[in-house]
C-alpha cells in the first residue's frame, strides 16, 4: 500500500528556496518511480520532476531544468523536490506521485498525495 504524504510548502519571495519532501508510509517505496506534479489556479495539472526507483534517471519539466532538483532516500521512504530560484509562477499546489513506471504523465501515477501549497511572491 502506498499513502503519500507532501509537506515543506510555504510562502516565499522570488528568488527563494524551497525543499518539499513527500514521506511514504507504506511499504517498498524504493520499487515505485516518484514525480511531481503541479496545479496552479485556473491552470491544469502539469509535470515538474519525476525520478527513477533505482534513483538512476531523472526527468525535468523544461519550466524547471536547472533550478529544481529532485531526489529519493529509500531508506527514509521519502522523496525530495529542492526547488531554487523560484518565481512567481511557480505558484502552485504541489503534489507527489507514485507509480511504477518513470513518465511525465500524471495518468500512469496511481498514486498521489493531497498537496502543498508554494506561494511565490514578486
Known amino acids: 500500500q502506498v499513502q503519500l504524504v507532501e509537506s515543506g510548502g510555504g510562502l516565499v519571495q522570488a528568488g527563494d528556496s524551497l525543499k518539499l519532501s513527500c514521506v511514504n508510509s507504506?511499504?517498498?517505496?524504493?520499487?515505485?518511480?516518484i514525480a511531481w506534479f503541479r496545479q496552479a489556479p485556473g491552470k491544469e495539472r502539469e509535470f515538474v520532476s519525476a525520478i527513477a526507483s533505482a534513483n538512476s534517471r531523472r526527468y525535468y519539466a523544461d519550466s524547471v531544468k536547472g533550478r529544481f532538483i529532485i531526489s529519493r532516500d529509500n531508506t527514509k521512504n521519502t522523496g525530495y523536490l529542492q526547488m531554487n530560484s523560484l518565481k512567481s509562477e511557480d505558484t502552485a499546489v504541489y503534489y507527489c506521485?507514485?507509480?511504477?513506471?518513470?513518465?511525465?504523465?500524471?495518468?500512469?501515477?496511481?498514486?498521489w498525495g493531497q498537496g502543498t501549497q508554494v506561494t511565490v511572491s514578486s
Open positions: 506521485a507514485a507509480g511504477y513506471y518513470l513518465a511525465t504523465v500524471g495518468g500512469n501515477y496511481p498514486y
Open positions: 507504506g511499504r517498498t517505496f524504493s520499487n515505485y518511480a
